[in-house]
């Protein structure tokens, strides 16, 4: 099936090839890589990327990642992963090395170090996984104290 495309040769953002980003910032990075794959071969200048970039972002999330005001792409790659901090601090975009294939894109995955939330327990290394300490509540108790009855008025001045 072919893609459609406009006169530069980038999926039209209609086209259900297009990379979109809608606000997800666990896909904010792959969306980033999937722009410039698609750029590269064409040989698109930082900034043509740029406004591609922005053109397969939801309009909502165009508004936050718009004001950059760089030349290179990635700097602004990076400026996006700044947006959400969510993604990390010490996330930083790196250039893709070679152009595997224009379209589609596989997305990428992030290496993963522990297991999925909710996946069952390894029996293996159920052993290795640290447990919490219980904490029991404490009560504490606080005495009051009464205050000082003072006179107040004109026989307390006397």
Do not use: W
Not at 35 to 55: C, F, M, N
Not at 97 to 119: C, F, N, Q, R
Request: aromatic share 10%; with cysteine.
């Amino acid at each position: 099936m072919n893609t459609p495309v406009d006169s530069f040769g980038m999926p039209l953002c209609t086209c259900s090839t297009a990379p979109r980003f809608g606000g997800d910032y666990t896909q904010l990075l792959n969306f980033l890589e999937s722009v410039e794959r698609l750029a590269q071969p064409l040989g698109l200048s930082d900034k043509d990327i740029i406004k591609y970039a922005l053109k397969y972002t939801a309009p909502n999330e165009r508004e936050l990642l718009q004001y950059y005001e760089g030349n290179t792409y990635e700097d602004f790659a990076n400026s996006a992963l700044f947006t959400y901090p969510e993604c990390g601090i010490q996330c930083r975009y790196t250039r893709p090395t070679s152009v595997i294939s224009a379209i589609p894109l596989a997305p990428l995955e992030a290496p993963h170090k522990a297991p999925p939330v909710g996946a069952p327990q390894q029996q293996e290394h159920a052993q290795d996984q640290p447990v919490a300490a219980v904490m029991a509540p404490t009560c504490e108790i606080c005495e009051t104290l009464p205050l000082p009855i003072m006179a107040s008025g004109y026989f307390a001045l006397l």
